[in-house]
């Protein structure tokens, strides 16, 4: 597999000028897949312009001043993705990654109480030794947790300090989400009703936003109760 990518060749969701140079960076394997997330030297370089050139970005990263989820990150090619973290302590910057309506991973700027957060979807389970339940979200990371109470296409709230579920937004009627894919991608909108379908076929959900619409149910991603918990870009509700 090559290690180097063209930016001709380079993911729909990355931001970047296409023809103004031939490479760019490839994001290394990872929580998030190629085609869902940005290497962490393009965050800085490119999406923030805290520096000028790949090895300015290399030695910013290489310092340990950038972290992701909590954490520094000190591979440069690290892939970052949907409802990452990117902390520069020393800069007291704090942004978080959602897709915009364009289809775009788009670094939004929050406060440092935002930033102590990070939502996880369910996107599988099972049950481990000492009959504990766990949990596999869709960062690639996992929990474990000793009552089985959640659900695949559950979203839990969890504080990236501690590692502590504060809150669940459960994939059900009436809750607030965001979508992550299709033609109505980076809207917000509410969970009408799940659609599931007795075949090969993908289930549906109906969401009321802007207008009403259906999707498949991987796209739909919960965000708050009665009203998100984090905010998106280029997004209005009705």
């Known amino acids: 597999m090559s290690k180097h990518m063209k930016r001709l060749n380079a ?8 023809k103004e140079h031939i490479w760019t960076v490839k994001g290394s394997p990872g929580p998030h897949d190629l085609h869902h997330s940005i290497p962490l030297t393009t965050v800085i370089r490119d999406y923030l312009d805290f520096c000028d050139t790949y090895r300015e970005a290399k030695n910013l990263i290489a310092s340990g001043e950038v972290l992701v989820d909590g954490r520094p990150r000190k591979n440069h090619k690290y892939p970052c993705g949907l409802m990452d ?10 942004y978080r990654f959602l897709y915009d309506k364009k289809g775009k991973l788009t670094l939004v700027p929050i406060s440092s109480t935002d ?3 990070k939502l ?21 990371g996992n929990i474990l947790v000793d009552k089985d109470t959640y659900h695949t296409g559950d979203v839990l709230h969890i504080t990236l300090k501690d590692n502590k579920i504060k809150d669940t937004y459960t994939f059900n009627k009436g809750t607030i989400a965001m979508i992550t894919g299709g033609s109505h991608v980076g809207e917000m909108a509410t969970i009408q009703d799940i659609h599931v379908v007795s075949s090969s076929k993908r289930n549906l959900a109906m969401m009321k936003g802007e207008q009403e619409f259906s999707t498949v149910t991987e796209y739909v991603f919960p965000i708050g109760k009665n009203k998100p918990v984090v905010s ?3 997004v209005k509700m009705q």
Do not use: C, W
């Not at 996880?120 to 690639?140: A, I, S």
């Open 120 to 140: 996880y979807r369910v996107e599988g389970k099972n049950t481990v030794k000492g009959k504990k339940t766990q949990l596999h979200f869709h960062d690639g």
């Open 85 to 94: 973290v990117i902390s520069v302590p020393k800069m007291k910057k704090d």
């Open 11 to 18: 993911p729909r969701t990355m931001r970047l000028h296409r």
């Open 232 to 234: 998106l870009p280029e």
């Open 115 to 117: 930033a102590a957060f």
